[in-house]
């Protein structure tokens, strides 16, 4: 298989995406009264510091009153979006935070909706992914980890915060099958959230974590965890430290896309409230120092824009998921 040609072409696409923020915001004035964000999992995950972080701009810039969160688990995200779809009418203050997985797991039928039944607002942001160990692990690198993979497979299980053949899943079996070895073969243990996937890390319940790049960082500041590779072309300021997948001989690129989702039937002056709004985040710098903090990377896709994005991605990760019998 030719996982790598797939990550290649994912991050060509990402990269496609990547827009510089227009002019400085001048500050001073409230595009949005209130924003309610709905969490699709559970504390301590990608989505939870995604909703969060983009709401402290927000507010911090005055583009925003006020921002209140919602940690709404269950069903891989599906349980989420439901309730977004079957109360859309009440909840156009409302914005969903959402990634990768709602590709992926519309694709396998984890849920029956996918981002075409959703108000499209923005892509925000990008996040690479990471392999991480507990902070007392005897593996330091990615070269350790494949030789204890290579030791005793069925032991050496990588843990993620989605299910089998979701978005942490996917990124175990791109690094591996660039390591050479068969993604099919891996262990994968899903959990719901980040959170519940560090805890097993800490236990030993797993060898190695599949997460993401900004998760990892905090994890890794916290002392809780080693980095041992980003799936980034070079090494990210927010952690310096931590090597890439590359300079280890393993040739794996991904960004996973972070964004905003609203209720069908949104109303226009509503949805280009919400755009305004984030178009001009982008040039503050409470933003700046919420992204420059988790490492991410600026990925601005507003409405027409995002759905572009979405239906490519949504091709080239279904032919990779059919390669690994996921469909």
């Not at 400085?24 to 999992?41: C, D, K, T």
């Not at 243990?189 to 960082?217: C, H, N, Q, R, W």
């Not at 931590?242 to 905003?260: C, L, S, Y």
Request: net charge negative.
């Amino acid at each position: 298989m030719t996982i790598f040609n797939f990550t290649r072409r994912v991050a060509i696409a990402a990269s496609a995406a990547l827009m510089i923020a227009g002019p400085g915001y001048a500050g001073g004035h409230q595009v949005v009264e209130s924003i309610h964000f709905l969490i699709p999992g559970g504390a301590g995950g990608g989505w939870d510091g995604t909703a969060r972080g983009t709401g402290e701009a927000l507010t911090g810039a005055g583009l925003v009153g006020s921002a209140s969160y919602e940690n709404m688990s269950g069903g891989g995200g599906g349980k989420a979006i439901g309730y977004l779809i079957e109360n859309a009418d009440s909840l156009h203050g409302t914005l969903m935070v959402n990634s990768t997985p709602i590709v992926i797991r519309s694709l396998t039928g984890v849920f029956p909706h996918n981002f075409r039944d959703l108000t499209l607002v923005s892509g925000t942001i990008g996040d690479y992914a990471a392999l991480v160990v507990n902070a007392d692990s005897n593996l330091s690198s990615m070269s350790d980890l494949i030789s204890a993979y290579d030791a005793d497979p069925s032991g050496t299980a990588i843990g993620g915060g989605s299910v089998p053949g979701g978005m942490d899943h996917l990124v175990a079996a791109m690094v591996m099958e660039a390591a050479g070895k068969d993604a099919l073969n891996v262990k994968y243990i899903p959990y719901d959230a980040g959170g519940k996937a560090m805890a097993a890390l800490l236990s030993g319940e797993i060898k190695a974590l599949s997460t993401g790049f900004s998760e990892a960082v905090a994890m890794a500041q916290a002392g809780e965890v080693k980095i041992l590779g980003v799936t980034s072309d070079a090494r990210v300021d927010a952690f310096a430290d931590a090597p890439t997948m590359k300079e280890q001989g393993i040739d794996t690129n991904f960004v996973n896309w972070r964004g905003f989702f609203a209720a069908p039937g949104l109303p226009d002056d509503k949805l280009a409230a919400y755009q305004d709004a984030i178009d001009k985040m982008y040039a503050t710098p409470e933003w700046e120092a919420v992204r420059a903090r988790n490492g991410w990377v600026n990925i601005h896709n507003p409405g027409d824009k995002f759905q572009t994005f979405l239906e490519g991605q949504e091709k080239v990760i279904g032919d990779l998921m059919k390669k690994l019998g996921f469909l």
